[in-house]
């Protein structure tokens, strides 16, 4: 009897936090799961990964590569890449649409590629939609910032 009331708590729980994240702001909920992404990349786990990932995912890296979700939770699988210290900075999030929540910001971290590490520091866009009640990554455009503009100063 006991054990069943447990049971019967843990699943009421866990049905409250889904009813209160499902009503989420949009933006707060594609905030959340972006805060996962970086989570979930630090701790090197492809499955958790791949499930905040869209099957249309396309992911466009700063050296600019595009990759399928396939591709990329592969290449996360072969090993030869970590991360860690993941810093997300000058965060601004807008929902384009009833489930589409852009996050645009600053990421800097170490990254091992291989046996060397670097840090690296990147500006980003990533695309949230969305899909069934979960919100997934759609898209992912990054590019590292050269610290010097090509816009001349206005006058």
Not at 16 to 26: E, G
Not at 37 to 56: E, I
Not at 82 to 91: C, F, H, I, N, R
Request: charged share 20%; glycine share 6%.
């Amino acid at each position: 009897m006991k054990t069943t009331r447990c049971l019967f708590v843990f699943l009421l729980s866990l049905l409250a936090t889904s009813a209160l994240y499902a009503a989420l702001p949009p933006v707060i909920a594609a905030a959340q799961a972006d805060q996962a992404r970086v989570k979930a990349m630090m701790a090197g786990d492809a499955t958790a990964l791949a499930n905040l990932m869209s099957d249309q995912l396309r992911f466009a890296h700063s050296d600019g590569r595009v990759e399928s979700k396939a591709d990329y939770v592969k290449n996360l699988l072969a090993g030869d890449t970590a991360y860690a210290d993941v810093k997300l900075s000058e965060l601004e999030t807008k929902q384009i649409a009833p489930d589409v929540v852009y996050v645009l910001g600053a990421q800097q971290m170490r990254k091992r590629l291989g046996p060397d590490w670097s840090e690296v520091k990147l500006r980003y866009l990533a695309v949230w939609r969305n899909e069934g009640g979960t919100w997934r990554l759609v898209a992912w455009q990054s590019a590292r910032p050269a610290g010097n503009s090509v816009v001349p100063p206005k006058k």
